[in-house]
């Protein structure tokens, strides 16, 4: 397929510029049926069916799995959430757990297990976790499904033994109270690219997922808008207004060739902005993330000679395969053609992309991604993804990444958002005609975006009034 041509724009990004009110009102909750759903999906699953027991592990780092099927976030401690057939679920939480838990908005049994506490807390009065283990799974024939954070590919190890990511002495004592051969890591059955559970996400996910992608968008606009040479990382930082609810990634506020490269570095207080060097300003909450990065430059003028060439050679090519990226999210696309195409239209090597093109979020932010060569899992509704790939020239440095949340939706998904939230729609409906109208996108019906600056690339990161869009 020839490759799209792309032009300069004098736009006014106007979903940021006069946004599209958030209706708090709108904003569903997470009830105790939904809850209760969910844990019903999971035992009605195939993969599901031997097991007598599925134990979920859950820490600050890994809290979305356990906060999946309950809605508490393991805050200071580890937490383990037992699932058995047809019984009440039971939950073990330390000490700052005990007053917590009651956050859980169904019946669920609490025990305490002291020395997922912090050390130096109170640890007397909890039994062993063996002897918890031996009472809640201790039946003959126990087969005991352990969800982590991720599934492994056995041939990579030669181990004979649950390979699982779970902290090795809850592994060691589980298997002493029902046999390490009656222990299978089972995070494939909310994680898997294909059946994973967490991967058909819900009207009112989408609804919550698409709050925290206006939020951070309008923040990150914001950021970026108004940094001005000589700022500091952290000042710039601050642009964000990033309120209390809880983040999925730290801020990526990064400036230089050094900071910029990392791609992961927090802001700092003595780097600083300046004409003609790498720019990147993003940070994520549960179930988006958005990050933009360029060159914080008026125009070409102020880039030396040896970065001249970052417009054309670099953002254009990288904004025509984005471009491309959002109209093959058809319902039924395999991923793999999805790949096929950033490989051919840019090179995984010339462009230096080390990751995927693209991943699965919920409210972790990565979960798993099926964009991999030869994948053939297809776009489906009820996905969430995030368009995430980041190309550059490595000598001299010239970075490029435009990075927004979306997620897919057949027709009765939109009727459920719009019902839920008219807000939600109106603004995905505005996204939608501003990718189409102005950005010269030709996006899917089923395509949903959930930021307020849905691929948009600044070729001048310190001119906003102009973006990429392909020619018509």
């Not at 956050?103 to 002897?131: A, C, H, W």
């Not at 102020?302 to 904004?319: G, S, T, W």
């Not at 009765?412 to 996204?431: D, G, N, Q, V």
């Given at each position: ?6 032009i300069?724009?004098r ?50 780092e ?16 580890e ?60 039946q003959k ?11 492994y ?18 592994v ?43 939020k ?28 209390g ?8 506020v ?45 125009s070409t ?15 254009k ?11 093959m ?9 999805i ?8 090179g995984f ?17 990565w ?106």
């Amino acid at each position: 397929m020839k490759m799209k041509k792309i032009i300069e724009k004098r736009e006014s990004v106007t979903l940021c510029e006069n946004p599209i009110p958030i209706v708090e009102s709108e904003i569903p909750v997470i009830t105790k049926e939904d809850y209760e759903e969910r844990i019903e999906r999971l035992w009605k699953m195939p993969r599901a069916e031997g097991y007598t027991a599925i134990v979920v592990y859950g820490d600050r780092e890994h809290f979305s799995n356990i906060f999946y099927f309950t809605g508490y976030d393991p805050r200071f401690e580890e937490a383990l959430l037992i699932l058995k057939r047809g019984e009440k679920p039971v939950i073990l939480v330390g000490n700052e757990g005990m007053g917590y838990v009651p956050k859980i908005p169904y019946d669920i049994r609490t025990v305490l297990y002291q020395t997922f506490g912090l050390m130096g807390q109170p640890n007397e009065d909890s039994e062993p976790l063996e002897k918890i283990f031996r009472t809640e799974l201790g039946q003959k024939d126990a087969k005991v499904g352990l969800v982590g954070w991720k599934s492994y590919r056995e041939e990579q190890f030669n181990l004979k033994t649950c390979i699982t990511d779970v902290p090795h002495y809850i592994v060691e004592t589980l298997a002493s109270a029902v046999g390490i051969e009656a222990i299978e890591n089972a995070t494939d059955l909310l994680m898997d690219n294909e059946y994973g559970l967490r991967h058909y996400v819900s009207a009112k996910e989408i609804v919550q997922f698409e709050l925290q992608g206006t939020k951070i968008s309008r923040g990150v606009y914001r950021a970026i808008k108004d940094m001005k040479e000589g700022m500091s990382e952290i000042e710039v930082s601050a642009l964000l207004e990033i309120d209390g609810e809880p983040a999925c990634t730290h801020p990526n506020v990064n400036f230089g060739d050094g900071h910029a490269s990392l791609g992961l570095n927090s802001p700092e207080y003595h780097s600083r902005l300046g004409f003609g060097i790498p720019a990147g300003v993003g940070y994520g909450m549960r179930g988006s993330l958005v990050h933009k990065m360029g060159m914080f430059i008026r125009s070409t003028e102020d880039l030396p000679e040896n970065r001249k060439h970052y417009v054309e050679e670099v953002a254009k090519p990288y904004f025509a395969s984005v471009a491309r990226w959002y109209e093959m999210m058809e319902i039924g696309t395999e991923f793999g053609e999805i790949y096929d195409m950033v490989e051919t239209e840019l090179g995984f090597e010339k462009y230096n992309i080390i990751l995927n093109p693209g991943h699965l979020i919920h409210t972790d932010e990565w979960t798993n991604s099926p964009l991999v060569k030869g994948s053939k899992v297809k776009v489906r509704s009820g996905m969430m993804l995030q368009c995430d790939y980041t190309v550059c020239f490595k000598e001299p440095y010239l970075p490029c990444h435009i990075e927004d949340g979306l997620a897919i939706g057949n027709e009765a998904l939109h009727k459920e958002i719009r019902e839920i939230s008219p807000s939600c729609y109106e603004r995905i409906m505005a996204r939608k005609k501003y990718m189409t109208e102005i950005l010269g996108i030709h996006l899917p019906e089923e395509v949903l975006p959930l930021s307020d600056l849905p691929a948009v690339c600044f070729p001048y990161m310190a001119d906003t009034s102009v973006v990429l869009a392909v020619e018509k």
